[in-house]
């Protein structure tokens, strides 16, 4: 017994008729009548009662009826959700991202995914920027929005840049500092200086210490939290200057502080990072989502400019 054998029975047995059904499946009607004798003698049961003038399922023909079509309503759900899986509509996405440089856009570009592709589960996680990318590497999370990894650890990933972010200060509205527009990266030479802990954020962590560097100087650092919330309320508290991205300025700066440029610009970036070897429907419809963001302007139009 195969599909076809169940499919030409339900044509006849909802027909009523064999040459109605034989017109219906586009065969001819000695076809049709052998397949049906077919099914019977596999099952070793009549499943049409042929000795009266009208139409009749025996009893057993009736329960096949009922089974045939939700076998083949399954059958058809079940192809319809492989299609829309291979298509990127239906499966999993497991989403790791960092905070602070993200919230200009992950909430707008989730809801349009949501919208695309309503099938597919959507998992979030929110951690440090190495924690991130080693969950990628180990295929814990499909796609991640973090900052490289330097060596790129243990798995190569493959990235896509979405924006260079530049490093500036945060100060107290009446700190010296607080009515310039930019400054040069010497003048904090001397002051003490608040920065993300290493073990947080290893990228941004050494791109300011080599920028002082650059700038001739070893930074006095006064502290190092691990959390960007608190390099703010130490500058709050006025115990030194916060160093910090841009993003940061724009989603977590609480009133009464002011964020300055620093020069020369320095900047870290913020990549989109996956297993290249992972390319499952929902993680590629993904990347095409933020491709396409990116290519139109829609990835930072409610947020800052894309800074090439």
């Known amino acids: 017994m195969d599909l076809r054998h169940l499919r030409y029975f339900q044509a006849v047995a909802e027909e009523q008729s064999f040459s109605s059904a034989a017109r219906r499946l586009h065969i001819a009607q000695p076809a049709l009548s052998r397949a049906v004798q077919e099914l019977e003698h596999e099952l070793e049961m009549k499943l049409i009662d042929r000795s009266r003038r009208s ?35 239906e499966g999993e996405l497991r989403l790791g991202y960092i905070g602070p440089p993200t919230q200009p856009f992950l909430g707008r570009l989730l809801h349009e995914y949501r919208r695309r592709f309503p099938k597919v589960s959507v998992h979030l996680e929110e951690r440090t920027p190495e924690r991130v990318w080693e969950m990628v590497a180990k295929s814990r999370l499909s796609v991640a929005l973090t900052r490289p990894l330097p060596g790129q650890g243990e798995k190569a990933l493959s990235t896509l840049l979405l924006r260079k972010e530049p490093l500036g200060i945060v100060v107290p509205e009446s700190h010296p500092l607080a009515k310039k527009k930019s400054i040069p990266w010497k003048t904090l030479a001397s002051e003490p200086l608040i920065v993300l802990a290493r073990r947080e954020g290893v990228g941004l962590h050494d791109e300011i210490l080599a920028a002082c560097r650059d700038a001739g100087f070893t930074p006095r650092i006064a502290h190092s939290p691990s959390l960007m919330d608190t390099v703010l309320r130490y500058v709050e508290a006025g115990a030194g200057i916060g160093i910090a991205t841009d993003s940061v300025a724009a989603s977590l700066m609480p009133a009464g502080l002011r964020y300055i440029s620093v020069t020369p610009t320095c900047t870290v970036p913020l990549v989109m990072a996956w297993d290249p070897e992972d390319d499952s429907p929902a993680v590629r419809a993904f990347r095409d989502l933020v491709s396409e963001w990116l290519g139109s302007g829609q990835m930072w139009e409610l947020g800052q400019e894309n800074d090439e």
């Open 55 to 89: 139409f009749t399922l025996t009893p057993a023909g009736a329960v096949l009826l009922t089974e045939t079509s939700l076998i083949l309503e399954r059958l058809e759900e079940s192809i319809r959700r492989v299609k829309r899986t291979a298509q990127g509509e």
